[in-house]
């Protein structure tokens, strides 16, 4: 089996993720939090330790900072609520995922408007644009670092600086560049940075959370029990109970403490490094095939680890069916989510093949694949 779809949810994971998540469900599995018994303060540690990893990952001095949330959606929607008001105006970008196009589409009948800064193919977004967009009643800027459909990078750090400008908040969805690409709040001028703990962090699926600047206030998606100021009816107000009410993913924590602590001890330059010669790799291959159409650029240092294609005029699920059925290569088609993007590169009824490695795939494995390419190409030669 060849696993190409990483951007979905890396596998495989570090073995180091397993155990730590083993030796939580064996040797803790107390409640963090809830409690003074030995077993809830070593879940309490375990969180706690998590927290300290991901505030140094991304240049933060208070762990407190980081909370914790199911996966990436689920942050970002917490970003989002716990910002905007009735009468509140959102610009974000045509490159969108579904985790950001529905919930800004939910608050827009609660009176929030959205400016969606459009691009087109190889000019995905113009920063005059996005000036232009700005109104009085403008509260933050949201936008994905990376599309998960070409893999594209969009320039954070001068949306972020154009948003300062302005002084509006500047959220980004790290979805596809959290535990690639090195994202330092300190330096870039981002607000709200939201990451899935699943993909490119390697921790296991049910993890996610939210990194703030110090000074940007939520108000919570969800209310209830922390653990703290039990004898109040109202939801504390400081971090990170404010945004973490009920029982926390104690064994997915576990497993995303270790996989960042692997990610750190490795260095991300060698992980991107080595995810950039995979897409060359297949950039290069597949763009000697004839049928082979890439979407993005052809320069995969320009790009997140995804490489997105079409053959012909083929439909792209039964090009992933056949890849998967004949060749055991796990590859994503469709609309990966994302239906504004493939508006834009007018793929909205084709789809497009996601090929996504891992620092962990082989470059014999991306070598079957294009060969895989190559052979439904001539497969089907009469009808692309
Ligand atoms: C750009 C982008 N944003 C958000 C998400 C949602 O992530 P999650 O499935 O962890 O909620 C994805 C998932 O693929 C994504 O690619």
Not at 33 to 36: A, P, Q, V
């Given at each position: 089996m060849i696993y190409l779809d990483n951007a979905a949810t890396t596998w495989p994971k570090p073995p180091e993720v397993v155990q730590a998540m083993a030796d939580f469900m064996i040797n803790m599995g107390g409640n963090s939090?809830?409690?003074?018994h030995s077993a809830s303060i070593q879940a309490a540690n375990v969180v706690f330790d998590t927290r300290v990893e991901l505030a140094e990952l991304f240049g933060l001095k208070n762990p407190s900072r980081i909370a914790f949330t199911s996966n990436a959606t689920h942050a970002i929607n917490q970003a989002l609520v716990g910002l905007l008001y009735p009468g509140d105006h959102v610009i974000t970008s045509s490159l969108e995922h579904n985790a950001v196009v529905r919930p800004l589409k939910a608050l827009e009948r609660y009176g929030v408007s959205v400016t969606e800064v459009s691009g087109e193919p190889g000019n995905e977004f113009s920063l005059e644009h996005y000036r232009q967009s700005f109104q009085k009643n403008t509260k933050c800027v949201i936008t994905l670092h990376a599309s998960n459909v070409t893999g594209t990078l969009l320039p954070i750090e001068e949306i972020g600086k154009i948003a300062g400008e302005h002084g509006v908040k500047y959220i980004v969805d790290a979805a596809q560049t959290a535990g690639v690409f090195d994202i330092d709040l300190e330096t870039l001028p981002i607000d709200i940075l939201t990451f899935p703990g699943h993909k490119g962090l390697l921790g296991p699926q049910g993890t996610g959370g939210l990194a703030l600047r110090e000074g940007v206030n939520l108000k919570p998606l969800i209310y209830g029990g922390t653990g703290s100021l039990s004898e109040s009816e109202n939801q504390p107000d400081f971090l990170p109970d404010a945004l973490e009410s009920g029982t926390l993913n104690g064994v997915g924590i576990a497993g995303l403490g270790a996989s960042v602590q692997y990610l750190r001890s490795l260095g991300l330059h060698v992980i991107r490094k080595r995810e950039l010669e995979l897409c060359q790799q297949l950039i290069d291959g597949l763009s000697e095939i004839p049928e082979v159409k890439i979407y993005g650029e052809n320069n995969a240092l320009n790009r997140a680890p995804i490489v997105s294609f079409n053959i012909g005029s083929l439909d792209s699920m039964f090009v992933a069916d056949r890849l998967d059925q004949v060749y055991g290569i796990r590859s994503r088609a469709g609309m990966h989510c994302a239906p504004h993007a493939h508006r834009m590169f007018k793929t909205i009824s084709q789809g497009v093949i996601r090929f996504s490695p891992s620092h962990f795939t082989q470059s014999e494995e991306i070598a079957e694949a294009i060969q895989a390419v190559r052979n439904l190409a001539k497969e089907f030669e009469r009808t692309v």
């Open positions: 939090g809830r409690g003074t």
